[in-house]
């Protein structure tokens, strides 16, 4: 099913820039379903705006990186991605404060680091100007329409922080931001996979969720890796979802080439209907193997899209992250994303609450190892952590029992 009415929103301010366009270029899409029937409509609307912008700010500086037209950065977080990740992180968190002042934020970031570089700056040059904090400054002003100030990015970046929101054991309604999942795949180049991703909860529950995806590539056949050699330098997918009214995408509008597609249709997008574990797609985090999963102890995996065995079943190749898993399973081009939680391993809510409702309207079922839902809200205090038993599966539905069962009758071996 296919849609609908689109609204445009050209904001009409001057700026001197050679690059106009994406300091004056906004666009508010209608969404694929009436307000009377979405609860949280106009939540989702802002977030589906301001996802969009993150997005174009992460292109332009990963362009840059690319390009030589700006100077890069040294290690120890000062890196390009970086500054990706915090002005991301700024954007969204004054875009979200202006429209929702009262609803907090639980974000990856905070400000340390980069006080503490400003701080250095003043200690040594005598001068408040930083290159790290200048460069997060400026690309966040490219994508607002004032001008902001060092202090404004810094405390708009430590709405999102740990010290900053104390919950509770109340319910509690808070966005949940990662302002970029896949940091590996902003890296590598222009066709590895990230994902900035936002989320709205409501006493435990997702009720919204955004993810822009630059990368994508929607003409690669189902079953085809994401994050490989080929698998990105897409024009980009943004995905939505809004608890009982399904999850939808479009093409993602990030750069001025793209305009052609800006006004485009939202499409309903489902899990697969694969109903054999053998016939199965998984896809599994870069950081583990297949052999420290408990399916491993009877399934081996391959890279055929057709095996034609029953002891094996197809792994995909998708980098990077986790949310760009839900993503394949939430749009059928992957059956099954599991992850297994590690002692050493702290598990993020950022990392798991979009895609959770994605996933969750396209059809599909999200749990930990023993079928419980994932808790939000596990983590009382500050709803940064969550602390799935055993891991967390994400399957078509179809599949989930069965390999909840598979995972049960293994889990010792492994």
């Given at each position: 099913?296919?849609?609908?009415?689109?609204?445009?929103?050209?904001?009409?301010?001057?700026?001197?820039?050679?690059?106009?366009?994406?300091?004056?270029?906004?666009?508010?899409?209608?969404?694929?379903?009436?307000?009377?029937?979405?609860?949280?409509?106009?939540?989702?609307?802002?977030?589906?705006?301001?996802?969009?912008?993150?997005?174009?700010?992460?292109?332009?500086?990963?362009?840059?990186?690319?390009?030589?037209?700006?100077?890069?950065?040294?290690?120890?977080?000062?890196?390009?991605?970086?500054?990706?990740?915090?002005?991301?992180?700024?954007?969204?968190?004054?875009?979200?404060?202006?429209?929702?002042?009262?609803?907090?934020?639980?974000?990856?970031?905070?400000?340390?680091?980069?006080?503490?570089?400003?701080?250095?700056?003043?200690?040594?040059?005598?001068?408040?100007?930083?290159?790290?904090?200048?460069?997060?400054?400026?690309?966040?002003?490219?994508?607002?329409?004032?001008?902001?100030?060092?202090?404004?990015?810094?405390?708009?970046?430590?709405?999102?922080?740990?010290?900053?929101?104390?919950?509770?054991?109340?319910?509690?309604?808070?966005?949940?931001?990662?302002?970029?999942?896949?940091?590996?795949?902003?890296?590598?180049?222009?066709?590895?996979?990230?994902?900035?991703?936002?989320?709205?909860?409501?006493?435990?529950?997702?009720?919204?969720?955004?993810?822009?995806?630059?990368?994508?590539?929607?003409?690669?056949?189902?079953?085809?890796?994401?994050?490989?050699?080929?698998?990105g330098c897409g024009l980009?997918?943004?995905?939505?979802?809004?608890?009982?009214?399904?999850?939808?995408?479009?093409?993602?509008?990030?750069?001025?080439?793209?305009?052609?597609?800006?006004?485009?249709?939202?499409?309903?997008?489902?899990?697969d209907s694969c109903s054999?574990?053998?016939?199965?797609?998984?896809?599994?985090?870069?950081?583990?193997?297949?052999?420290?999963?408990?399916?491993?102890?009877?399934?081996?995996?391959?890279?055929?899209?057709?095996?034609?065995?029953?002891?094996?079943?197809?792994?995909?190749?998708?980098?990077?992250?986790?949310?760009?898993?839900?993503?394949?399973?939430?749009?059928?081009?992957?059956?099954?994303?599991?992850?297994?939680?590690?002692?050493?391993?702290?598990?993020?809510?950022?990392?798991?609450?979009?895609?959770?409702?994605?996933?969750?309207?396209?059809?599909?079922?999200?749990?930990?190892?023993?079928?419980?839902?994932?808790?939000?809200?596990?983590?009382?205090?500050?709803?940064?952590?969550?602390?799935?038993?055993?891991?967390?599966?994400?399957?078509?539905?179809?599949?989930?029992?069965?390999?909840?069962?598979?995972?049960?009758?293994?889990?010792?071996?492994?």
């Open positions: 099913m296919n849609l609908v009415h689109f609204t445009t929103r050209v904001p009409i301010h001057r700026r001197s820039s050679s690059n106009s366009f994406s300091r004056v270029f906004s666009v508010r899409s209608s969404l694929p379903f009436s307000s009377e029937k979405a609860k949280y409509y106009n939540e989702l609307q802002v977030a589906v705006n301001v996802v969009e912008k993150a997005c174009r700010l992460c292109v332009d500086v990963k362009k840059s990186l690319f390009s030589g037209e700006s100077r890069i950065l040294e290690k120890k977080d000062q890196t390009p991605v970086t500054i990706a990740d915090f002005g991301v992180q700024a954007l969204i968190s004054l875009e979200l404060g202006r429209a929702f002042p009262s609803i907090p934020l639980v974000a990856e970031e905070d400000s340390t680091f980069l006080r503490s570089s400003l701080e250095n700056s003043e200690h040594e040059k005598g001068s408040s100007s930083n290159f790290l904090v200048d460069s997060v400054l400026n690309a966040v002003n490219e994508k607002t329409s004032e001008s902001l100030s060092h202090n404004d990015v810094l405390e708009a970046i430590d709405r999102g922080g740990k010290v900053t929101v104390g919950f509770g054991t109340k319910p509690a309604t808070y966005w949940v931001l990662d302002p970029i999942d896949g940091t590996r795949g902003f890296l590598k180049g222009i066709d590895a996979l990230y994902v900035v991703g936002l989320a709205l909860v409501v006493e435990g529950e997702v009720v919204v969720g955004v993810m822009g995806c630059p990368n994508w590539n929607e003409s690669v056949p189902v079953g085809g890796g994401l994050g490989g050699e080929s698998g980009g997918i943004i995905m939505i979802a809004h608890i009982g009214c399904g999850t939808w995408t479009k093409t993602l509008p990030t750069m001025p080439d793209n305009m052609a597609n800006v006004i485009n249709k939202w499409s309903s997008r489902s899990v054999f574990v053998h016939e199965a797609r998984f896809c599994i985090p870069e950081s583990q193997t297949w052999g420290s999963l408990p399916l491993s102890t009877s399934l081996a995996t391959t890279d055929e899209e057709s095996p034609g065995d029953e002891q094996k079943v197809l792994l995909l190749s998708a980098c990077c992250g986790s949310l760009c898993k839900y993503l394949m399973v939430a749009s059928g081009r992957a059956s099954v994303f599991i992850v297994r939680a590690r002692s050493t391993t702290i598990i993020k809510a950022w990392d798991h609450a979009v895609g959770m409702i994605c996933v969750h309207e396209a059809g599909g079922q999200v749990t930990d190892w023993k079928g419980s839902p994932l808790d939000l809200a596990a983590d009382e205090v500050g709803r940064r952590v969550i602390f799935p038993s055993g891991g967390v599966l994400v399957t078509n539905g179809n599949l989930h029992n069965q390999i909840l069962q598979i995972i049960s009758t293994n889990l010792q071996v492994v």
